[in-house]
């Protein structure tokens, strides 16, 4: 008798021993545990040591750490009718354990469908050039959009980043042409305004060597010492046409006689007689009587 009670008590406490193992439970600090009490919500309890009473409770471990999601390339329609695709990284957490374990089956799988139906709908929103320059503007459209509709879920979007935006061939050579279109356009308003630039200061150099006659002759000697210290035979002599007039003026007050205009002869106008018709030298006739 007192050997059946031993075995009895042995295996009450075998069975004490495996419900109490299973009955605690060890947390991280980034987990959760979501109690259920005969299938109703209980509390959330961790990170830690807690207690679950076996056949009664049950918990569900949630991870409050930052979950990066690839959202895969979709097919987009951009406003202007040009086909691209597009794929993202979604970054999000958990907040709320029991709204993410209640309100939402397989939240992680939500929120990834989530995800790719509003990347397709705010870039279809969009003309190309936007998608390719205002990526910023278009993260933080998206991101808003998916934290607003996360909320209720317990689920906060942190960050949204569009990865790449593939585009076919002919739109690539299009795109390359017109960035070559807008370099010539910079191309040759840049050299305009180079010279308005130097048009401008030309006339202002105009302006102050016309105030002093003599800054010119400077400036003709200075251009032609530049040009004999190049190695070269000919010899190029710039000469104003005001140093050519004044030295004409001078050369004509000097004094030099006046050389006398002579008209030119003018034709006859006296009236022709006819040509008369000339008789031929004809041989004398020799009488033969003499």
Known sequence: MFYNFNI?????????????????????EYQRGVIFTLGRFTKVKGPGLIVVIPGLQQMVRVDLRVVTMDVPSQDVISRDN?????????????IAPEKAIIQVERYLEATSQLAQTTLRAVLGKHELDDMLSEREKLNLDVQKILDAQTDSWGIKV???EIKHI??????????????????????????????KQAAQA????????????SAMQLRYLQTLTQVAGDKSSTLVFPVPVDLLSTLMDRSGGSGMPAVPHVNPPQPSHSPSLPDQPTQPDLPQRIDPAA
């Open 158 to 160: 942190t960050n949204v």
């Open 82 to 94: 040009v086909s691209v695709k597009v794929n993202a990284v979604l970054y999000f957490r958990v």
């Open 8 to 28: 009895g008590l042995s295996a009450v406490v075998i069975i004490l021993l495996l419900v109490a193992f299973n009955a605690i439970k060890i947390l991280r």
């Open 166 to 195: 593939d585009l076919n061939e002919n739109m690539i050579r299009a795109i390359a042409r017109q960035a070559e279109a807008e370099r010539e356009r910079r191309a040759k308003v840049i050299h305009a305004e180079g010279e």
């Open 202 to 213: 030309l006339m202002e150099a105009a302006e102050i060597l016309a105030q002093q006659p």
